[in-house]
């Protein structure tokens, strides 16, 4: 809960001063350039192909209209040939009935006598108040709904005269009017929402993205200060437990001091480190064996102040060389030692480094494996994600850093190769060599 309410404030903090298009990368413009363009392109293809369908429908719907049209034509003839004959009335009223779209058949003089599909019942005005309507002056609200109704049909389609037959003499009986189905309307409305809703995801995408940078951004100078804390801890406090130590025998003095300048070049190693990460690396030929080497050796000095009963071992390849800064590349190897000791879980622990050279890919690949206690998919999954970390006291800072100054200063790889729940954990690095 504590977790949320903070990202609910970074959240709300960063939407307060918030520009949409504060892109400081120009590939993200460019993103969004074509993102809008093919969103643009796919509203107006949609359009054109639902304006196709529309116009092919409203075609079906005249030829059905034509079709009652003479049906009905066809009906009331034989009424008026048979009027007594209720059996080809009731087929008139079925094949009134069953009409599909919305229309209004209507006397010469514009009296409904029959609708369908507009919404309103078929029986909301009975024949004999419609036999004493005078349309011109009535004031019956349905009647007048109705006439207004086919009055719009008429400013889409023309109405369809139905005549009837007696003898050689044809008459115009009454016009059905027709409309288009209301689902039209729905049709014709379907780009613009498609476009509408692509337009609000991909804004609340980038929204999204912003907020999440901007909360990152916010997190990281806190993690980046305790972390730097934390890297100076260890040779301050050996610098202090010396100066406590000439106190009670001087004769150490020699031996503490050339401790302490370890310990301060240590220091001004890690100022450094700190110092690059927002600059450019000092990139040069650098032999990876030998960088190696001295982290190796400076953690199996340690291990025994660390409290851990651990062995550490390296096979090296030899000479290889790589495009890469000193500084950094240490930094790497030493965050991965220090975290395979971190996850050490057992009382005889082994981590093993290991370096080889892949001539054919021009390639150096690190491998760092241990017996800790491993990790779960999930886990490896978010190793390297800023802020995780699997131990009571930690930053979760060592391993993002590892994988930005790998993959984003040196144009490398490091992940996960291997990991088991108590087996232990194999990290790699890969590296590009100098031909």
């Not at 040196?410 to 108590?422: A, K, L, N, T």
Request: charge should be positive; include cysteine; charged fraction near 25%.
């Amino acid at each position: 809960m504590k977790k949320i309410k903070r990202i609910t404030k970074a959240s709300t903090r960063s939407l307060k001063n918030f520009n949409l298009f504060d892109l400081r990368h120009p590939w993200l413009k460019f993103v969004l350039l074509v993102t809008l363009l093919t969103i643009t392109g796919v509203g107006v293809i949609s359009y054109v192909l639902t304006q196709k369908v529309i116009n092919d429908i409203i075609k079906s719907e005249e030829v059905v209209a034509q079709g009652y049209a003479s049906l009905i034509t066809f009906f009331t003839t034989q009424v008026a040939q048979n009027p007594s004959d209720e059996k080809i009335f009731n087929e008139g009223k079925r094949i009134i009935a069953s009409i599909p779209i919305p229309v209004v058949i209507t006397e010469p003089d514009g009296k409904p006598r029959a609708w369908r599909n507009i919404g309103i019942g078929p029986d909301a005005v009975s024949s004999e108040e419609l036999d004493i309507t005078n349309i011109e002056s009535t004031d019956n609200t349905v009647i007048l709904e109705i006439i207004q109704t086919y009055k719009k049909m008429d400013k889409i389609n023309d109405p369809i005269p139905i005549y009837v037959e007696v003898g050689e003499v044809r008459l115009t009986a009454a016009y059905l009017h027709y409309g288009n189905p209301p689902f039209l309307r729905t049709i014709n409305l379907l780009p613009i929402i498609q476009t509408i809703l692509l337009i609000t995801l991909l804004f609340t995408l980038l929204i999204s993205l912003r907020i999440a940078r901007s909360w990152e951004r916010d997190n990281i100078w806190m993690i980046m200060a305790k972390e730097t804390a934390h890297q100076l801890a260890t040779p301050l406090s050996s610098i202090m437990g010396w100066i406590e130590f000439f106190g009670a025998d001087k004769s150490t003095i020699d031996e503490g001091l050339e401790s302490i300048q370890r310990d301060l070049a240590r220091m001004n190693n890690i100022i450094r480190r700190f110092s690059r990460i927002g600059t450019s690396p000092t990139m040069m030929s650098v032999d990876l064996d030998e960088i190696i080497k001295n982290s190796v050796e400076y953690f199996s000095k340690r291990l025994p102040s660390l409290g851990h009963n651990v062995s550490l071992s390296y096979t090296p390849c030899g000479l290889c060389h790589v495009t890469g800064d000193t500084e950094l590349l240490s930094w790497v190897i030493e965050n991965i030692i220090k975290n395979s000791l971190d996850a050490m879980n057992k009382d005889n622990g082994e981590i093993s480094i290991s370096l080889e050279r892949e001539s054919k890919k021009n390639k150096a690949l690190l491998r760092v494996s241990d017996n800790g206690k491993g990790m779960t998919k999930k886990q490896m999954q978010k190793v390297f994600d800023l802020g995780y970390t699997s131990k009571k006291y930690g930053w979760g800072m060592g391993l993002t850093l590892a994988k930005r100054i790998v993959e984003t200063m040196h144009e490398g790889r490091i992940y996960v190769e291997s990991s088991r729940p108590d087996y232990g954990t194999v990290f790699a690095v890969e590296l590009k060599t100098v031909s």
